[in-house]
Structure formats: C-alpha cells, structure tokens
C-alpha cells in the first residue's frame, strides 16, 4: 500500500529496503520507526517484520523486541 505525501513516500522507499534486504540493517530499521505516522504504516512495518521472522528458523532478538514494542500501537 503506497503511502501519500513525501514522509508516505520515504517511508515507502525505507520499507523496502527492509523487504528486500535478507538481514536488514539496524540503522535502516531505526529510521523507518522514526517515520511512521500513523497506524496503518505501524501494520505494514510489523507485517514486513513478522514476515522475516517466519522466514528465519532463528529470528533476531532484537527484531522481535521491535515487533514486541510496535503492535502495542495496532491494538
């Protein structure tokens, strides 16, 4: 789902970048949570993350601590 405005579009574009990459970088991860503005960008962040999980047979920690402190916001 494509965001609107330029913060919808960088947000777009860092999302990406974290689908895309196998292990993504934690900078890259820290900017998109710096991002997002609303509840939809909070899903679509999580479901890109929950995505990587499933894929890895052992996850990172720290990526589920950042699912862990981000669905608190999707209710």
Do not use: C, W
């Not at 999302?15 to 997002?36: D, G, Q």
């Not at 899903?43 to 589920?64: G, H, T």
């Amino acid at each position: 789902m494509a965001s609107e405005g330029l913060q919808g579009r960088y947000f777009d574009l860092l999302l990406e970048k974290v689908e895309e990459a196998n292990y993504p970088s934690h900078e890259i991860m820290n900017r998109v949570e710096r991002t997002l503005s609303d509840r939809d960008q909070i899903a679509n962040y999580v479901e890109v993350l929950l995505d990587k999980v499933e894929e890895n047979r052992y996850p990172s920690l720290q990526m589920l601590d950042r699912i862990d402190n981000l669905v608190r916001y999707t209710g």
